[in-house]
């Protein structure tokens, strides 16, 4: 199976809030990361979060970490039609300066 | 952050044939990353490139099908040879920047189709 996991696929209404989750497996990642992907486009950061942290927020954006359980969340406030886009999740394994992606969750939002 | 300039955007190659896929970043890098995101699929590392020394291959890639080039600390060029159908996906670059942004810094991507 893969090292990182996400549900394919998640449907919010305009307004309400998304929450797209991710785990992951090496204990040893440093630092995790969210990124978006519109159709056609290449990947833009969001946001990320170093593996001793429980929680970050930037504005809309909020992530949190439970280490314990090897478990990342992006939550999405307000959700606008411009944050239909595919989601991935990515960890950086430790020294290795190389990333790890999820499969990725696609995010429609729907008047 | 770093800004990369991936070119071309996209390209339609008869199979048998090659393409090189260039990457220009704006500013001096140590390590770059070639990705391939096959469709509807998430992205896979293939390569890392330092300057100066061999490209470091990920399992499943090798350097005869994936040949990269990385002669100085802003550039960096992975050529896809003999291209079959299975060889369509996006092609992307990256570089880590240890700046107060973090992260890791993609191209726009390469859209590859073999006919």
């Known amino acids: 199976g893969e090292d990182v996991e996400q549900s394919l696929f998640l449907s919010v209404r305009e307004g309400d809030s998304s929450v797209i989750n991710c785990t992951y497996t090496d204990s040893s990642s440093t630092y995790l990361y969210w990124y978006k992907q519109e159709p056609g486009a290449g990947l833009q950061l969001l946001t990320y979060?170093?593996?001793?942290?429980d929680m970050k927020q930037d504005q809309r954006l909020t992530v949190l970490l439970n280490k314990k359980d090897k478990h990342l969340s992006l939550r999405i406030a307000d959700t606008q039609t411009g944050d239909s886009a595919i989601y991935f999740c990515a960890e950086e394994r430790g020294g290795y300066n190389k990333l790890i992606f999820g499969a990725g969750t696609r995010l429609a939002v729907h008047p | 952050s770093a800004v990369i300039s991936q070119k071309p955007s996209r390209d339609i190659c008869q199979r048998g044939t090659s393409l090189t896929i260039q990457c220009q970043v704006d500013?001096?890098?140590?390590?770059m990353f070639w990705y391939r995101q096959q469709p509807g699929q998430s992205l896979t590392l293939i390569a890392t490139?330092?300057?100066?020394?061999?490209?470091?291959?990920e399992s499943g890639f090798v350097i005869d099908k994936f040949p990269i080039s990385r002669p100085n600390l802003t550039f960096s060029t992975l050529t896809v040879s003999n291209l079959s159908p299975e060889d369509s996906s996006i092609y992307l670059c990256s570089t880590n920047t240890r700046t107060s942004n973090y992260g890791y810094t993609f191209g726009s991507g390469t859209r590859l189709t073999v006919v």
């Open positions: 979060i170093f593996s001793n942290m």
């Open positions: 500013s001096q890098v140590t390590m």
């Open positions: 490139a330092n300057q100066g020394s061999e490209a470091t291959y």
